[in-house]
């Protein structure tokens, strides 16, 4: 995956977003007119019964909040608009907009059979006119990236309900893209102008999802409110004000002045230093959730020290993963075995094996690679030549990586291995990790729940047309890769899933050190509070209730 590509994405986890029809132009403190809401058609209560103000750390950009586009928040993408499919506990996909769906033989014509009687929050149908409309604005942008946009041949509308899609390969995971928050979610031709027009211009988000867009405040908040024709059942809430509070500290003292209800994960992360606060308020609730990433070392391949496997698998041995969990992190997490934690799709018990912790046999490793300490500097050499690594880090998205990376300096040193840490802005840090690969070691992180483990492993350790696999290059990996990609099988797929992970393991291709948790806290006026199982759909916003 493109860096610009990924980092569009990536930016997205952290913002959230909302427009109402009436905003004019783009950008500003544009504050649209109030819609009621209204008593629907689905068994939507007439009585409000109850509003929550939620914190994010950043302005949401409702009026960006193209379905089709890569702006404004994935989060609130997620609540206005549905897609075809959702994506369930641990990659399990559900029926949404599309009730049922088949898949050819080959794996290359999926036909989808549209839920009857929606409509969009303006009262418009939804049908599969629609939801041509919807993939046709944005399937042939050369810009995006899904195989839903480069596969595509056809996408025909057969009958009123119904729609099919023929690729140009097999790709088993084109169902978990249409799961994505965007830009595959249905959209109302009525959210252009000219309306129905695929080339026409974004002029406000009109989803057939539970929530819809009251009114907007650039960088002060957005308001969303009950969408009075969801097809679903209703949320509980009847409004959800999103609060912009851009300094963590300050989220923390909102959250003690009953300022707002609920903040936390990806859309205004909390201090881990405020925790043991947090719990100890007798007004707050902790929730806390297994996450889908992990953050862990790639060596750099050309490195003729890291090619050597001894040093590779010693480097794994050396670094306490579960002092990472416990002691840095706070126990807001686990310590990291394989690439990916176990909540991500075909990962199991048996294929997610790390190295553990054992510095005495690194050191035995070492030895065995030809590496000894000969002037007693504490640094093994070979040759005369020191084994000696740059670490490059960045700050700024990630601040634990500074204290992640002191601990790991500290580790490997004891066993003769220097460690000189880097710390760049993130623009240089993109750009070494992507483009110079002006690093020895980089310390990074997973893609999250629906892009794993397909999207991060083709996007990681696979070459391009133009440039190597941008982790480690391993040609019997990448053929793996390919073939798991176009399996239409699944027992297959998990077969071949498990010699993956197996080859990544044996050959100890990067360093794991920490699977991470979401977290969140809320008020306890603040009922029902659950995890969703994604990081754009981090809460199950439709179950919050509140009561006195």
Known sequence: MPFTFWRKTITGFTLL????????????????????AAKGTHGMPQEASGEMTIAVSRDVGLDKLDAGAYEGSMDVHAMIYDGLVRYGEKGEIEPALAETWDISEDGKTYTFHLRKGVKFSDGSEFNAEAAKFSFERWVHDPSNSLAVATAMQTLEAIDDYTIRMTFDRAYYPLLTELTFARPVRMISPNSVEPAGDIKGT????????????????????????????????????????????????????????????????????LPLESLAVLEGDESLNILRSPGTSSHFLIFNGKNPQLQNLDVRKAINLAIDKQSIARDLMGGIGSEAKG?????????????????????????????????????????????????????????????????????????????????????????????????????????????????????????????????????????????????????????????????????????????????????????????????GHTTFEAIRWNELEVGR
């Open 17 to 36: 977003a909302m427009l109402l029809g009436g905003c004019s132009g783009a950008g500003g403190s544009n504050e649209a007119a109030e819609t009621p």
């Open 202 to 269: 974004f002029v406000k988000p009109i989803g057939t999802g539970a929530w819809m867009a009251e009114r907007y405040k650039a960088d002060q908040e957005a308001v969303l409110v009950r969408n009075p024709n969801y097809w679903g059942e209703a949320p509980k809430l009847s409004k959800i004000t999103l609060k912009v509070i851009p300094d963590p500290q300050s989220r923390v003292l909102a959250l003690q002045s009953g300022e707002v209800d609920l903040a936390g994960g990806a859309m205004g992360r």
């Open 339 to 531: 690439l990916f934690p176990a909540t991500v799709p075909y990962v199991t018990e048996s294929n997610s094996q790390g190295y553990g912790f054992d510095p005495e046999q690194a050191k035995t490793l070492l030895t065995q690679a030809g590496y000894a300490d000969e002037d007693g500097d504490g640094i093994a050499e070979k040759d005369g030549k020191p084994l000696s690594f740059n670490l490059v880090l960045q700050q700024v998205d990630y601040p634990e990586w500074k204290t992640m990376s002191e601990m790991i300096q500290s580790e490997l040193k004891s066993i003769g291995i220097g460690v000189n840490l880097q710390v760049l802005e993130p623009n240089a840090y993109y750009d070494a990790l992507w483009t110079t690969k002006a690093y020895d070691i980089i310390i990074y992180r997973t893609y999250d729940d629906a892009y794993n483990p397909h999207s991060f492993l083709s996007s990681l350790f696979r070459k391009t047309a133009s440039a190597p696999a941008a982790a480690w290059s391993d040609e019997q990996l990448e053929e793996m890769i390919a073939a798991v990609l176009a399996s239409t099988n699944e027992a297959e797929r998990q077969t071949t899933y498990d010699a993956i992970f197996k080859r990544m393991k044996e050959e100890a291709m990067f360093a794991t050190l920490y699977y991470p948790e979401e977290l969140f806290v809320y008020n306890k006026r603040v009922r029902q509070a659950k995890a």
